[in-house]
């Protein structure tokens, strides 16, 4: 029965080419019944029907329940995914040595813009597939230039934090998960500093929580006993700033969306994602040229004859853009309490999955600091909510 669609008709509601038979007789014909007759008829039959006259019932898949499940559990799946394919891809080319990370990162949003615009020539967006759903229509949307330039600095702020989150987790996929644990330390100054929303006291106090344990997973225990600070400088370096850029690219996502006509034009945060994702692969290629341009030629070389290379470059950027989609989807038909547990949840399961596929173990240290600081981060979303004062019950006369 999926996918099909059948076209349903009242014959009641047409108009008689025949001399109307009486009532006594409808009834005679229908058994007995009173009730409407309905008829189900072929396309053919169908096509010679007025089309006010006809009601489309389309088969639409798993119940909204069970679909928002499956969003959740392929949204973890997607980024965990991402995650390999994307320390795969950086290996491919030569790890974090070879000068090629700014080129991988640029075709991973390559690879977006051409999935981007499949789903504009197709006008179908085959992300709901994944909660058993049919696929939704995804048309062309109607942004002018004016829109598009309204738009840059979110395509600038997206394409960097993506840049910068490659370069952290090329240094090192576990320390860099938890360096990006502290994005809201930068969402909170960035936030005060250049879009005046100071985030709430309580909000402030739990900082000081993110911040010391991401220190305390940068420490190591030497044989003597004492701790000293040990971590991999790329990862904490790409990672602030991939915090960074990601607190201003909220900041200036808000500040599009509150213009209403370009909201409109947009047709939904699915456009708006897929436009965000071209601008940001173009804005990428200058400066990748402009860094790595004399390494393309071997780059070229590589993904054309390491098929290794070529499966986990676009493995990579399908998997960055769909479960970015599903978090989408995911978070927005959720409560604040409960997106906050999935973001925290999201984090541990990745950090623990990344482990197993790289091999390398986190140290006591970073368990510890790991914790500490995403509890923290699980505080710092909910603590508002929590220290709520309660509406006080209004007592009866």
Same mark, same amino acid.
């Given at each position: 029965?999926? =996918? ?8 009641? /509601? ?24 309905? $008829? ?12 006010? $006259? ?9 119940? %909204? ?12 799946? =997607? ?35 051409? @999935? ?22 995804? /048309? ?5 230039? /004016? ?23 090329g240094g090192d996929p576990l320390f860099g998960q938890i360096v990006k644990a502290a994005e809201p330390v930068l969402a909170a100054l960035v936030g005060t500093l250049a879009y005046g929303k100071a985030p709430s006291f ?13 220190? $305390? ?5 030497? %044989? ?34 509150? /213009? ?21 692969? $173009? ?45 989408? @989807? ?45 509890? =923290? ?21």
């Amino acid at each position: 029965m999926a =996918g099909n669609t059948y076209e349903m008709i009242c014959l009641r /509601d047409l108009e008689p080419k025949q001399p109307q038979v009486s009532t006594e007789e409808q009834i005679k014909a229908n058994n007995g019944s009173t009730s409407p007759i309905i $008829f189900v008829l072929s396309p053919s039959i169908v096509a010679s029907v007025p089309q006010q $006259f006809t009601i489309k019932m389309a088969f639409k898949g798993a119940p %909204d329940s069970v679909a928002l499940a499956l969003f959740f559990v392929f949204w973890y799946a =997607g980024n965990m995914k991402y995650n390999e394919y994307n320390t795969a891809a950086l290996n491919a080319v030569g790890g974090k040595t070879s000068g090629l990370t700014m080129t991988v990162a640029t075709m991973q949003l390559g690879v977006c813009a051409v @999935y981007a615009l499949i789903m504009w020539a197709t006008k179908v967006n085959p992300a709901t597939l994944f909660g058993l759903q049919a696929p939704s229509k995804q /048309d062309v949307p109607k942004t002018t230039k /004016d829109d598009l330039i309204k738009s840059l600095p979110l395509g600038f702020c997206s394409a960097g934090a993506h840049a910068a989150t490659v370069f952290a987790l090329g240094g090192d996929p576990l320390f860099g998960q938890i360096v990006k644990a502290a994005e809201p330390v930068l969402a909170a100054l960035v936030g005060t500093l250049a879009y005046g929303k100071a985030p709430s006291f309580n909000k402030v106090m739990c900082l000081p929580i993110i911040v010391g344990g991401v220190a $305390f997973a940068s420490l190591k225990k030497g %044989d003597d006993g004492s701790y000293s600070l040990k971590f991999d400088s790329t990862a904490l370096l790409f990672g602030m700033l991939a915090n960074a850029f990601a607190a201003f690219k909220g900041g200036e996502n808000s500040k599009l969306l509150s /213009d209403k006509g370009v909201a409109e034009r947009y047709g939904g945060v699915g456009n708006q994602f897929a436009v965000t994702q071209i601008l940001g692969f $173009f804005i990428l290629l200058p400066i990748m040229f402009a860094t790595e341009g004399s390494k393309f030629p071997e780059f070229m070389e590589k993904l054309t004859s390491d098929s290794n290379l070529q499966f986990n470059l676009v493995m990579s950027g399908l998997c960055f853009y769909i479960y970015n989609e599903l978090a989408t @989807y995911t978070l927005k038909v959720t409560g604040a309490v409960t997106a906050s547990v999935a973001n925290t949840a999201k984090r541990v399961i990745v950090m623990v999955y990344m482990a197993a596929v790289t091999g390398k173990a986190l140290t006591d240290e970073q368990k510890l600091g790991s914790g500490i600081a995403i509890t =923290g981060v699980l505080l710092y979303s909910l603590i508002d909510d929590l220290l709520k004062p309660k509406p006080k019950k209004s007592k009866e006369a």
